[in-house]
């Protein structure tokens, strides 16, 4: 069975068919609805590197359809340390699960996975490579707030150079003709073979160094984290991360309805002044994370969700 | 100017291979690829930037005492995909090779990404390299997808 490896995996009608059913096991992911969809079936989590809200946020996804979850558990003490290689270990979960979600350090890890199991995989993050399941829940937090994604216009701004999350996503995004800006420092500026890969799919895309002035007419804007050791010197990172924290006194111009993302953990760039605000929607993207799995499990596992669920309260 | 003539700048081989039809420029490319450098030790012809009715000028090799294998012509196809390999026997063609350059190169470099899964090279599943396009040549790995640096493939040969 296909897993998800990438954005492309998926039709653009599809994307919308899983943000519909993501939408439907809210009241399951919350917990109001008991909905064992998944019982009998195990997941099988893989993160060879660290994980907190992609992890258990699969975690939670399966257990709240009724389903289980195995753990590799810390790389430390497991086989890997031993030199196992990564086609070893998935023979192994394979017969074990049902399906896996992977993390990994090496780009190409979940295709190579996939390539070698019979269960589908779920890559939850390869190197610098691509995140999907971020992807859809990114999404789903979009259309959640605008009732679509057709035509936005999305402000990216930060560490745009290594951040997967951000690559992934302004491919889907251009998918659905949304206008992207992309707002860093130039250390840290989106790759210029993204960048021009985005506009050969007619994508509208615009580069500059002014957070605050690109934020007016934005629909989204989502921040990243400036890592302090992209940096050569100390006083060259102060001045780039001080460009791109956002405040409460920096929304009082944009649009109404604008969102606040972020992929989580902030550092400095988000201050807490924010969180108050109506636009900050970054703690529920991140509950999103769980709705979103939800779905794709449902999917890449063939079991359908009901058009209309209800269900006994736990 | 000939061919004919063209291929006169190097005398005929007894036995071995020819290599003709390597767009100009690429024959050092070609011969780096093939593993044939200071250490080979059959006599090696090249000759660069002649002129070619076909490709306006070109690059041509000799080896000889060598016929180029299958795996050799895999690597060939990924500097050389439209040159034309004759194997040469009592100083006439005996066989005419074809350079198969498909959707798909497998098993013949690794990617030159450094970040890649396959640089564990105990991992067991096969290198491959889909080619996006052919004039010029773009691959990219089917793991990790990203575009290949060309001019390092030669070091990537497996």
New interface residues.
């Given amino acids: 069975m296909a897993g998800l490896i990438?954005m492309d995996d998926l039709t653009n009608e599809q994307i919308i068919d899983i943000l519909g059913d993501a939408e439907r096991l809210l009241p399951v992911a919350r917990g109001e609805i008991y909905l064992p969809l998944l019982q009998g079936r195990i997941l099988g989590n893989l993160f060879f590197e660290p994980s907190t809200r992609t992890r258990m946020s699969f975690e939670t996804a399966m257990k709240r359809l009724g389903g289980d979850v195995i753990n590799l558990g810390d790389v430390k003490t497991s086989s890997v340390v031993k030199?196992e290689?990564?086609?070893d270990t998935i023979q192994m979960v394979d017969g074990y699960t049902d399906i896996i979600a992977m993390r990994?350090?090496?780009?190409?890890?979940a295709?190579?996975a996939q390539?070698?199991a019979q269960v589908p995989i779920l890559n939850g993050g390869?190197?610098?490579?691509?995140h999907p399941t971020q992807t859809m829940l990114d999404l789903f937090t979009i259309k959640q707030a605008h009732g679509h994604l057709d035509g936005l216009r999305v402000v990216l701004a930060g560490d745009l150079r290594y951040g997967r999350t951000v690559h992934s996503l302004s491919h889907a995004l251009v998918r659905f003709g949304c206008d992207l800006i992309f707002a860093s420092p130039d250390l840290l500026k989106m790759p210029e073979?993204i960048v021009s890969d985005l506009r050969s799919h007619g994508a509208n895309v615009t580069e500059t160094e002014d957070l605050y002035g690109s934020m007016a007419e934005a629909d989204v804007v989502y921040m990243t984290r400036i890592q302090k050791e992209r940096f050569a010197d100390e006083d060259e990172y102060a001045r780039c991360a001080g460009a791109y924290k956002l405040h409460a006194r920096h929304l009082s111009e944009v649009k109404q309805d604008m969102i606040v993302m972020h992929p989580l953990p902030r550092v400095d760039e988000i201050d807490p002044s924010v969180d108050k605000t109506r636009h900050a929607r970054y703690f529920e993207q991140a509950f999103n994370g769980v709705v979103a799995r939800m779905a794709l499990l449902c999917r890449l596992l063939g079991v359908p969700i009901p058009a209309k669920i209800e269900g006994g309260a736990l | 100017m000939s061919n004919e003539h063209s291929m006169r700048r190097v005398t005929a081989i007894r036995n071995g291979t020819v290599i003709d039809h390597i767009p100009s420029g690429q024959a050092m490319r070609v011969l780096e690829m093939l593993g044939i450098g200071a250490s080979t030790a059959v006599p090696v012809s090249l000759v660069m930037n002649v002129p070619s009715k076909k490709m306006g000028s070109k690059d041509i090799i000799k080896v000889e005492d060598r016929e180029l294998n299958q795996s050799e012509l895999d690597r060939l196809a990924l500097v050389a995909p439209d040159a034309h390999v004759a194997i040469i026997r009592a100083y006439s063609v005996a066989e005419k090779l074809t350079i198969n350059l498909g959707q798909e190169v497998v098993n013949v470099v690794r990617c030159t990404f450094s970040n890649c899964i396959t640089t564990n090279l105990r991992e067991p599943q096969p290198h491959r390299l889909k080619v996006v396009q052919r004039d010029p040549l773009q691959l990219r790995c089917h793991y990790c997808g990203r575009p290949q640096n060309l001019s390092e493939l030669a070091n990537n040969v497996l």
Avoid: I, K, S, V
Wanted: no cysteine; charged share 20%; aromatic share 10%.
């Fill in positions: 990438t030199g290689t990564l086609y990994h350090p090496r780009q190409g890890a295709q190579y390539d070698a390869d190197g610098a490579g691509h073979e």
